[in-house]
Structures are given as structure tokens and as C-alpha cells.
């Protein structure tokens, strides 16, 4: 008799499940590399392969796995270097270097191709920096903009084609995707409360995914629908494990804007603030898109 | 008789000299990594090591020199794991994925440490991206504030104690470094007009240079000038070679202001305009300050 297991997880923890795959040492055994498997999550998916932000937090999730990590995440950086297969992946971390306080890591994640060489093909490059941080004296200069509370906005009705949204609600505040796709240029802001649905208490990955869940910023400026896609994201991390849990299963309230669109890609600028008002993480990206 | 040979070429090209030393193929030859040999150059040193822009402009000079390369500059992360020892250095620059327009870059800057164990420590880790681009819808939505033009402006004569700030014109526009040291908080601006001096036709890794030019924001923000650190900067192009040789050696204006301290680390962003009023690139990166 067969016993079926039914998962009650968030989907968001199923996905950053890595099954520990093998170990590299390295010279003089400093340090190690660290191999997992993971999945692409169907619950994330995008219209071609998963949703970028679930697979920058897949590389996170490497790093913070790791058994010889020092401290929380104060950077990351993620390139999209192809769209990922839906199925399985490997994803390697490295500590490149430790230092007293500080650490870095560069993260690979690799597919086997369709050509037949039984060769994996580097789907995503990462490096991130660790911290183990102290209280100094801090002030946030980006202060969050003033906007009605989540609870008195109507959560978004988009035409939802792909996945991933349904594993948010968001509530857009300013700059809502385009109603009609009529060419019409305006400015490229949108402003949006954003919590995991169902709701689940705000963590480093998370907060990676969230920098990644705004919609591309050349369909607002120019209200047209045409083909992109992230190559590199940047996040900063200006809160410790203790901020994320103080904003629990809270709204965020994203902002997001471009300076440039030029000649085929567009960059993105986003700051991530908690209903508190504390700002969690600044984020930057660029995006191809084709025109 | 010997011959003494003195060069004459500008200080920023003597930095760019790479020597090749060796060449490593991958499974099935599609790609190869590339290892040269480079110097930290003593004209654009600083407090420890050298000027973090010029080591970042070196580790861009790998991917440009690099035969396998498609395209050109869009993104650049430079993680600074460590400062660089004053003499030689070994760069590696690997292509890991080569797409009909896209390639994604890897590239790690090594020193061998005083540990005496003749294993290489990372000093530098770095991801690219470069892309064959096409003339595309365009435009810009960070325009350049409106200051005085640089020949109206005086330029700085801050005091002078490390080599790189000699290389470059600096006339600033707005939120000057602090002529007193008394902890009078500010906002985190400053905007001033920029070139190499001797003055040098703009490029990719002199641009790349100049978006780390900015002296901390936490001096600024709270005029105490504390011990800092870079330790990732992201730049973003948004021009191509045709951009940069009509800027040639004319000044850029750069505006830079910070957005969170928090706990440690704040980060920085940034706009680079020529006097035309392009926006060439937009940069970010998060820094170590100690209070």
C-alpha cells in the first residue's frame, strides 16, 4: 500500500527546499563548495521558465544553507544568464573569501541542456557579500511615500496568465499596469502593497523575491506589451533578521522607477519598505527588452 | 648600454595593461577562460591600496580584452573582498554563457597573500554582462539637474593625501566634501562635473572608473569622516562605444546620494551625464563604514 504525502508547506518554502547533492573542498581545506538540487517551482511559474524573483531567492537560499556562512546577507547580485527549464537545477555556493566580519560568495546555477553533451549549462550567476553586522548609528534618507493602507485598497484584478502572481497580493497605490495597451507614454513609478499569499513571515529570501515582483517598467512608460527580460538584479539589504520579523506577515510597500531605456535594455530602481515605515531593502535591475 | 624607455602614455592606459599569461580550455572548447597578469598602479593608490574605480576599470579590461566576447558593456557587479596588496595581481575572465546577443562574464582578481602557503586569496570577485545592442526606442528619465558649467566652477582643492585624486578634475557643483569635521548632519547630495587629468577620451573602464569617484556619503551625511570600504558596486551602461566618443574628453557630471545606513553599511546611488546632458550610466554600490 502506498502512502501519499500531501504537502501542507508554503509554496514558497517548497521552493527553496536544496537537497545536498556533494561536497568540494578546496586547497588547504579552507573552505568548500556546497552542491544542491533544487526544483523550478510550478506555483512560481513565468511565462517561459519560473518567475526570476523565486530563482534569485533559490540562490540566496544556497548561501544562507551553507554550513560555513558567516552572518546575514548585506548584498546580492543575480544574472539571468538564460531562462531555467522547469525541473530540476543545481546550484553551487562558494565562500570565496571570509574575512573578520565580512564574507563572499559566488553562487552557480547550472541546467543539463537539451544538445545531448550530457554538459550543464550555467543557467544563473551570483555573488553576494555576508555581514555579521553591529548597531551603529543608522538613518534611512529614503523615506517611505505616503500612501492609503493596504487594508483600504482593492487587491490588484490583473489578467492572470502566469503563476507567480497568485503567490502575491498586491495592492497597487500608483502606476498600475496599463489598462489599455495604447501607446500612450507616461512616466515609468508604480507604487504597491505586496505580502506573500498566503501570508508567511518575511525573511531573506522572501524579501528577494518581493524586490523582483514589480512589472516591467518599459510596459508602463510606454503602455505596450512587448517581450523582456531581467539580466542582471542587484539587492541591498539594509535590515537584519530582527527587522524581518518584527514586519512578520506584514504589507510592503514597493516603489520602483527607471532612469534609462536605451537601445534595448532599461534599468529599474525599487526600495522595499515594511507598514512600519522601516525601509527594508533597495534593489536595482536591468532589463532587455525588445522594440 | 642600456636603454631606458619612458612611457608617455596617460596613467589610466598604463593601468589597463594586461599581460597574458594562460589560457584554459573548457569541456568542448566552447569557451575558454583567460588569465592575464596586471599591477596596482601607484598613481591611482589610496588610504589602503588602490582606488577601488581603477581596479574595477581592470577587471572590465579583462572582459574587453578577452577574444571570445560578444558585444559590449551593460552591467558590471565588482565585489571588493579584499584591498588589494600594492605590485601584481592575476585576473581571470570567463565566459559562461554565450547567447545570440547576450554573454554573462565571471571574473575573479587574485594575489598571492603573506601566509606563505603560495595559494592565490580572491581580492575581487565580478559578474558582466555584454550584449550586442541595436538601436532601439529610447529614453531617458533621469535628467541631468541644471548646474553651472564646469569651466564656471572652480576645481576642488581638497586636501590631496592619496594619489588617485590627482587623476581626475573634480569641480564640484553641490555637497562638497565637509570643511569641517564637526558632525553636523546633512543630506547625503553631491553633484560636480568630473574628467581624467590629463584629460583622456572616455571608455568603458574610464567610465566605469568615474562611477566610484564620489567620496563616501556617510562623510557628507554626518561630517565625520569615519573608516569605509566599498564592497559591491554595480554599473549599469546605458550608452554604447558611438556615446562615449562623442563624450570624449569632455567633462561628466555626476549627482550621488545614499539612501539607507544602516547597522554598518550604506549604499550609494548614482547618475553619469556628459555635458550634453546623456545619461551614460547609473551605479550603485554598498559600503562599509565603521561607527
Known amino acids: 500500500m502506498s502512502k501519499i504525502t500531501v504537502s501542507t508547506a508554503h509554496p514558497f518554502d517548497?521552493?527553496?527546499?536544496?537537497?545536498?547533492?556533494?561536497?568540494?573542498?578546496?586547497?588547504?581545506?579552507?573552505?568548500?563548495?556546497?552542491?544542491?538540487?533544487?526544483?523550478?517551482?510550478?506555483?512560481?511559474?513565468?511565462?517561459?521558465?519560473?518567475?526570476?524573483?523565486?530563482?534569485?531567492?533559490?540562490?540566496?537560499?544556497?548561501v544562507l544553507s551553507h554550513p560555513e556562512r558567516?552572518?546575514?546577507?548585506?548584498?546580492?547580485?543575480?544574472?539571468?544568464?538564460?531562462?531555467?527549464?522547469?525541473?530540476?537545477?543545481?546550484?553551487?555556493?562558494?565562500?570565496?573569501?571570509?574575512?573578520?566580519?565580512?564574507?563572499?560568495?559566488?553562487?552557480?546555477?547550472?541546467?543539463?541542456?537539451?544538445?545531448?553533451?550530457?554538459?550543464?549549462?550555467?543557467?544563473?550567476?551570483?555573488?553576494?557579500?555576508?555581514?555579521?553586522?553591529?548597531?551603529?548609528?543608522?538613518a534611512a534618507d529614503a523615506i517611505m511615500p505616503a500612501v492609503p493602507a493596504p487594508a483600504s485598497i482593492a487587491r490588484a484584478s490583473m489578467a492572470k496568465r502566469v503563476a507567480w502572481v497568485h503567490r502575491y497580493d498586491m495592492r497597487p497605490c500608483a502606476g498600475e499596469i496599463p489598462a489599455e495597451w495604447n501607446g500612450a507614454e507616461a512616466d515609468s513609478l508604480t507604487q504597491l502593497w505586496m505580502r506573500d499569499?498566503?501570508?508567511?513571515?518575511?525573511?531573506?529570501?522572501?524579501?528577494?523575491?518581493?524586490?523582483?515582483?514589480?512589472?516591467?517598467?518599459?510596459?508602463?512608460?510606454?503602455?505596450?506589451?512587448?517581450?523582456?527580460?531581467?539580466?542582471?538584479?542587484?539587492?541591498?539589504?539594509?535590515?537584519?533578521?530582527?527587522?524581518?520579523?518584527?514586519?512578520?506577515e506584514g504589507y510592503l510597500l514597493g516603489q520602483a522607477r527607471a532612469q534609462s531605456f536605451f537601445n534595448g535594455f532599461f534599468d529599474q530602481s525599487a526600495e522595499l519598505w515594511n507598514e512600519a515605515g522601516q525601509l527594508l531593502a533597495t534593489t536595482h535591475q536591468i532589463v532587455y527588452f525588445k522594440a
Request: charged letters at 15%; a neutral charge.
Open 14 to 62: 517548497q521552493a527553496l527546499v536544496l537537497t545536498p547533492v556533494t561536497v568540494t573542498a578546496h586547497e588547504h581545506g579552507r573552505e568548500s563548495t556546497r552542491h544542491w538540487q533544487g526544483q523550478t517551482p510550478p506555483a512560481y511559474g513565468n511565462m517561459v521558465g519560473p518567475f526570476g524573483g523565486i530563482t534569485a531567492a533559490q540562490a540566496l537560499q544556497a
Open 197 to 248: 499569499d498566503p501570508p508567511r513571515p518575511l525573511d531573506f529570501p522572501s524579501l528577494t523575491a518581493m524586490a523582483d515582483v514589480f512589472y516591467p517598467r518599459v510596459w508602463r512608460r510606454r503602455a505596450l506589451m512587448t517581450p523582456v527580460g531581467t539580466v542582471s538584479m542587484t539587492v541591498y539589504f539594509h535590515a537584519t533578521a530582527a527587522e524581518l520579523t518584527a514586519t512578520g
Open 70 to 138: 558567516l552572518g546575514e546577507p548585506v548584498s546580492l547580485t543575480v544574472n539571468f544568464a538564460a531562462a531555467l527549464a522547469d525541473g530540476a537545477f543545481r546550484v553551487e555556493a562558494r565562500p570565496v573569501r571570509t574575512n573578520r566580519s565580512t564574507q563572499h560568495w559566488v553562487v552557480v546555477v547550472s541546467q543539463t541542456d537539451g544538445d545531448g553533451d550530457g554538459v550543464d549549462s550555467v543557467v544563473l550567476t551570483a555573488t553576494a557579500v555576508t555581514a555579521a553586522r553591529r548597531a551603529t548609528w543608522s
